[in-house]
């Protein structure tokens, strides 16, 4: 701390150094100057009904300013981050996803994508908005993973996101009928899809498709529907095999899909191949690579 002198006994003034080593206060006028940015670090308070006789109170400088705001854009991103993993955890995202956005997918299916990020956008800034979403196609050409663009997209705005196969999710539904691991009743197991902003619900038609798994699903489903919840379902299935279903009991499910959810095919190559591609095409360039190598050092 500095005092600064020739003053009252009574009243020094006193200046807290924010780097003793750097800092040299000049005292001639009775204020201290930053020595690094030329800007005041105390000023005169004069005499009123609270201060009384009046003195000198510290003030931040430019450089006092500028590492506070660090300091605080370093926590609010801290707390940022901390929610987002909350949230992930919380939507049993698959780890293999959570990287998948927007701003990484390239060239990849732009127009699926560019409808895909609208919808997402809609979902954050509109609390009323309760569309659905079914991404419909062949196999491979990226359903799941523009449902994670989208997710991860709420999630980053913190918005908190469901993530689950319908196998996966009826075999947990079931469990909660017969109250065996958690001790959750059906009742209890639906009620928390009401948590999210999101339900993103991945391969419908995949599932073993016998009357309890369909009955479960029916009630999933119409859960989401009547109460407005938004889901984005992805499925292998046409829509023509969508909009009539032979199965009675399929019918029931589609028919509440369709009802709350735009139909959007996704089409292109399969992207699993195109990457394996890609893959084998860059192990071929780095084999090259070592092999010129080792030929170069063997002429030596």
Same mark, same amino acid.
């Given at each position: 701390?500095?005092?600064?002198?020739?003053?009252?006994?009574?009243?020094?003034?006193?200046?807290?150094?924010?780097?003793?080593?750097?800092?040299?206060?000049?005292?001639?006028?009775?204020?201290?100057?930053?020595?690094?940015?030329?800007?005041?670090?105390?000023?005169?308070?004069?005499?009123?009904?609270?201060?009384?006789?009046?003195?000198?109170?510290?003030?931040?400088?430019?450089?006092?300013?500028?590492?506070?705001?660090?300091?605080?854009?370093?926590?609010?991103?801290?707390?940022?981050?901390?929610?987002?993993?909350?949230?992930?955890?919380?939507?049993?995202?698959?780890?293999?996803?959570?990287?998948?956005?927007?701003?990484?997918?390239?060239?990849?299916?732009?127009?699926?994508?560019?409808?895909?990020?609208?919808?997402?956008?809609?979902?954050?800034?509109?609390?009323?908005?309760?569309?659905?979403?079914?991404?419909?196609?062949?196999?491979?050409?990226?359903?799941?993973?523009?449902?994670?663009?989208?997710?991860?997209?709420?999630?980053?705005?913190?918005?908190?996101?469901?993530?689950?196969?319908?196998?996966?999710?009826?075999?947990?539904?079931? #469990?909660?009928?017969?109250?065996?691991?958690? %001790?959750? &009743?059906?009742?209890?197991?639906?009620? /928390? @899809? !009401? =948590?999210?902003?999101?339900?993103?619900?991945?391969?419908? #038609?995949?599932?073993?498709?016998?009357?309890? %798994?369909? &009955?479960?699903?029916?009630?999933?489903? /119409? @859960? !989401? =529907?009547?109460?407005?919840?938004?889901?984005?379902?992805?499925?292998?299935?046409?829509?023509?095999?969508?909009?009539?279903?032979?199965?009675?009991?399929?019918?029931?499910?589609? =028919?509440?899909?369709?009802?709350?959810?735009?139909?959007?095919?996704?089409?292109?190559?399969?992207?699993?191949?195109?990457?394996?591609?890609?893959?084998?095409?860059?192990?071929?360039?780095?084999?090259?690579?070592?092999?010129?190598?080792?030929?170069?050092?063997?002429?030596?």
């Amino acid at each position: 701390m500095n005092t600064i002198n020739n003053q009252p006994e009574n009243n020094p003034i006193i200046i807290p150094d924010i780097n003793p080593e750097k800092e040299k206060p000049h005292t001639d006028d009775r204020v201290v100057y930053c020595d690094h940015c030329g800007m005041p670090k105390n000023k005169w308070i004069p005499r009123g009904p609270v201060l009384g006789s009046g003195r000198y109170v510290t003030i931040p400088c430019k450089c006092d300013l500028e590492r506070m705001k660090k300091i605080t854009d370093e926590r609010v991103f801290r707390e940022h981050e901390d929610k987002k993993q909350r949230l992930y955890h919380q939507a049993s995202f698959p780890a293999a996803l959570k990287k998948e956005t927007f701003e990484n997918a390239e060239d990849y299916q732009p127009q699926a994508m560019d409808y895909a990020k609208e919808y997402a956008e809609n979902l954050v800034k509109d609390p009323t908005f309760s569309n659905g979403l079914c991404l419909h196609g062949p196999c491979g050409t990226g359903k799941t993973y523009i449902a994670a663009c989208i997710g991860n997209y709420l999630i980053d705005h913190l918005k908190p996101v469901y993530f689950n196969s319908i196998g996966q999710l009826l075999t947990q539904f079931s #469990g909660s009928h017969f109250q065996s691991e958690n %001790n959750i &009743s059906p009742t209890v197991f639906l009620n /928390n @899809f !009401l =948590d999210y902003r999101l339900v993103i619900l991945d391969d419908l #038609g995949a599932e073993y498709a016998n009357n309890y %798994n369909m &009955s479960l699903l029916f009630q999933i489903i /119409n @859960f !989401l =529907d009547i109460n407005k919840i938004p889901m984005i379902i992805t499925t292998n299935l046409s829509s023509q095999e969508i909009q009539t279903p032979k199965d009675p009991q399929a019918k029931r499910i589609y =028919d509440r899909i369709i009802g709350r959810c735009t139909l959007f095919k996704v089409e292109g190559d399969d992207i699993r191949v195109k990457k394996a591609k890609e893959r084998i095409r860059k192990e071929r360039e780095k084999a090259l690579v070592l092999a010129e190598k080792r030929s170069e050092e063997g002429s030596l």
